[in-house]
């Protein structure tokens, strides 16, 4: 942490910073410049957290250098992480592909979509059971139903199953049926969630909040290791800014960005990071290139038929096309597509 | 709905779109102009919301004119909803200031803000007991301890305490202490948890999410009270923009907007709203003279010792400013303060 | 500025950083924490802007902690700064309002709305003769034809003059007509304007830019004050966000901060800030109450005619009803309308 | 056009709008929903531009369907446009590289930067002699010398020039030295500028402004082509958002977006994009993956050593990376680089 005084401020005030901070355990180090006096602080930076140094007068404005979490980061860990998700793994060499429909709509579509998705190449199915809507009245998913029909489907493909978990009270329901919890945007800084997660020991995909910073993204998955485990995976599925051709703006520079920062893998969803069709193939292709470790792609027997995001789903025949392009894009940069 | 077919969308593709729309039980209108035809949708907006459209052929964009939301809505009900809280009324001529910690720290530090803001001529006192904090390594909250010393303070002082839920385990325990629940800005779109206090039936002060539209606050708010729950007052805390001299972009256009959308009260969060104590004092006195309802505004006996948010965090000496300020404001627009 | 040097980073490396600066003619303080080294920067700023200290290995990064403007600061000069148009003050105990249609479109458009805001009060008259549109197919302006029209309103009702200039060529011709040139939101980073408008010495309006922040404001500000012209106002017009009920963000906090960080008055256009004619008089007031010098409002004699911008545009009603509620505002907060 | 009526407009309301409609020249379509009418406007588009609906009473809304651009769309010429640049073309299964320093510091740095980049395999050098910065003490280029030096890497290596012209005065000037003339994010809605390049005749890189849609971009280029001047290349370098780990948020979306929309190509500025040269490589590759035409990326012989935006260049070990990465994913999606 470093305090940067004010041009104006006294000799008194910095006194009193400095008396503030070694009062709360930390060493300071001065640096008197021109204009102004910079405080550097040094100890424990759960200390720095906790002093609200923008308060005291003369200060202009207190700038935090190191980081919030720790066990997520490459210094902690400086080796890749690889989430062994029931023999399939995530995070080497190969790259994984997760795909299905939005929504479970019924056992007909859904096994219909794990056909698809398994004979296109696909390791998981993904697919919602409990929903998260904009609207009260708006379809909300078929619950535990979806959930048995997930599980059926695995049984039938040998796919594993990703699907979302929207409040703490279906995690034991959910890691009955899943092999992967997803955390969604919305519930990206659900913080109880993300501990029930982290003590569930479920491998677990944290989708990327509409509003997050990767900074505050991380510390999402740093409250999920803070309980033990280990088995995080990123999920970019694009940003919210004033761009309206597409639903969000996919972020793929964040994908470099977690990797240097973060030893966990990285998927990414252009579905969801477009919300439009025609963007997906594209996007799914310069995902893999900017170095991502798997995709997340909606895929529908008939997308003009779906109860939920019909309008960014891929018809088999273009998912099919999606894998082959973007298997060889993965050859080229030295991944492999299963 | 209105569908847009592309410029060189078929004769087959347009009948389809009418085959599909009509098959769902809506009826179409369509109008043909030089360049495309476009297709009116009439009917019940649900069966509309369900229709993926942008996925069949020859569709270029689909366009929802109605809103997805009824029951908050000024066409639901026309005249401007008074909550009653314990006999404090939220929404007519009188404006109501909730102040108080941002977090309950301790016994002392509670009730002495709470004789701070009661001096001072607020209704409300507000501290938060269970914290959403980005990372896990900050200072999560006192919990129900923290709940019971609000309790406390509301019998020394008589105001009404209004305190954050988290998530639906707690919505009893909370409810047992508070005058009012508060969903927070990460939980605006935590669905389960917006239905969970919808059922509670107790008053509930509904942040906007960082990243939320009017629209998507509307429907969340929608989700309470399509439980029975019209107790619903909003709370504009600012949205995550590009500027960064402020932690958030006060929204105050937005206090306007859902005046002329909904009939339910809203409240303005200077404190979190800009995260610069400066800017407090301004804002407030602007969120009055722009229809707001009422104020909340994280006071602290010494900013400078909080524990958490202190550097936006108004002095004992500026609260009472702001509250004569506003005061005269307020008079000024024709309405009053208590 | 302050370099944090990576925890990884060796003696070597931050040696070559010290030895980078110090040949720069910059001194250096080093801050040895647990973590990392800390190197604080002291001397010209001007010498450190130019350094990329970022790209040398073992940094991680390079946090500028002084402005990198001096003319437009409060440092610079602490009272506020008062301009003078031609006897109009702006900046003082006074609020100014400047008001019109978006655009001069006719003789007698312009001259009837001339004497509607001069009759409710307005001090200055507001048209675009040089209209920046998105389209090139949209109505440009009416171009030196408008000047005549606006220098001809001026000398019926002795309104002061404010229109926009949209390149250098025409700085000459537009100081020729007007009072004020205003630099518009598109051209707030047209540096080569800037600085004609600055060594033409003429009252300059400065428009925020769409993706602006405040920082970068000041330092257009900056631009104009360097060529000798310290007659500059800010004129705060919303904000690029992704909300999109609004046309813009109107950031009303903008103008308390640059009241703490600069002496130059600011002027607040709710007209282009909200983009909906409702929200215009509630944030007119909004922006008064929270300290802004005056005010740009568009008034049309019969908005649903004009050729531009009549979505937010005022009939002559609803602008008298403004300035007498703003000006009930204004005395609440110690200023006065005219 | 589709006027949205209010759920409570008249019968009266209904028929103003109608009248006003054909008497500007338009016909209509009047679909009467349960809840609402709904007004369709047929006709020329340049008539709907200017007629300000919403002003109307009992307007709700209006919503354009049309495109207000035409030369840019690929409904206007459906076959990829190739711009020739002195024989070397933009646009075709050949991919183009355009590199160099950020600004033109001196010979010897221009020179060498040009051997680097010309022996690696680009085609263009990239250079700034008219730098737009935000301070106005910052290094502002070398302006003529700048561009003599330019032509002089020119007639040494071969490759072709790009740079910036930032106002109308230098469009002559550096059409004289320069192949293709860059207009600049800031510059990016300077109306002005594009009709004066547009006249020019010159090939024209056409940046995205910070906080330009799509839609507003693909109209800047309409002003350019409506000038007779069909050499246009899009370039998409970044947009402001609230992240801040990277300076912009690198908008791949847009490429594929604009391939769907346009028939122009598309080049791609990683290196403004992130604004970390550790983030050029990957999203690089997955420019080229995702459809891009070229790429922008800065190159300087000493990064550490760079006048301007030296922590976002690359070094020539790490451009020769780039090149031999961006060439394998170049063949992978059936392109070619030279």
Request: charged share 20%.
């Amino acid at each position: 942490m470093i305090i940067v005084m004010s041009p104006s401020a006294t000799q008194n005030e910095i006194e009193q910073v400095v008396a503030r901070v070694t009062g709360a355990g930390l060493k300071v180090h001065l640096s008197e410049g021109k204009l102004r006096t910079i405080i550097g602080l040094i100890g424990e930076k759960k200390l720095m957290a906790q002093l609200p140094l923008e308060a005291m007068p003369g200060v202009e404005k207190a700038i935090s250098v190191t980081a919030g979490y720790k066990l997520v980061s490459r210094e902690f860990k400086n080796e890749d992480t690889i989430v062994d998700v029931g023999g399939v793994l995530v995070g080497g060499v190969n790259l994984v592909v997760m795909a299905g429909p939005c929504a479970v709509e019924s056992r007909e579509q859904l096994l219909e979509s794990a056909n698809i998705v398994k004979a296109a190449g696909a390791q998981f199915l993904r697919g919602g059971a409990f929903k998260p809507r904009t609207s009260p009245y708006s379809f909300q998913g078929l619950e535990e139903k979806g959930l048995e029909m997930l599980a059926e489907a695995r049984s039938l493909t040998g796919l594993k199953v990703v699907t979302e978990v929207v409040d703490i009270q279906s995690v034991p329901v959910v890691s009955a049926y899943a092999d992967v919890l997803q955390i969604g945007a919305r519930n990206m800084q659900n913080f109880q969630l993300l501990k029930a997660v982290g003590k569930s020991g479920m491998p677990v995909l944290l989708k990327r909040g509409m509003a997050a910073t990767i900074n505050e993204w991380l510390h999402a998955a740093e409250y999920i290791m803070s309980e033990g485990n280990f088995n995080v995976m990123f999920c970019e599925r694009g940003i919210r800014t004033f761009e309206d051709y597409t639903r969000n703006t996919l972020d793929l520079s964040a994908v470099a960005a977690l990797k240097n920062l973060s030893h966990l893998p990285v998927i990414v969803d252009p579905s969801h990071g477009t919300g439009v069709w025609k963007l997906v193939r594209p996007m799914a292709r310069a995902a893999v290139a900017g170095g991502a470790d798997g995709l997340m792609i909606e895929v529908h027997p008939n997308p003009a038929e779906a109860l939920s995001d019909g309008n960014q789903s891929l018809t088999p025949e273009n998912f099919q096309a999606l894998m082959q392009e973007t298997s060889a894009v993965a050859q080229a940069v030295g991944r492999r597509m299963a």
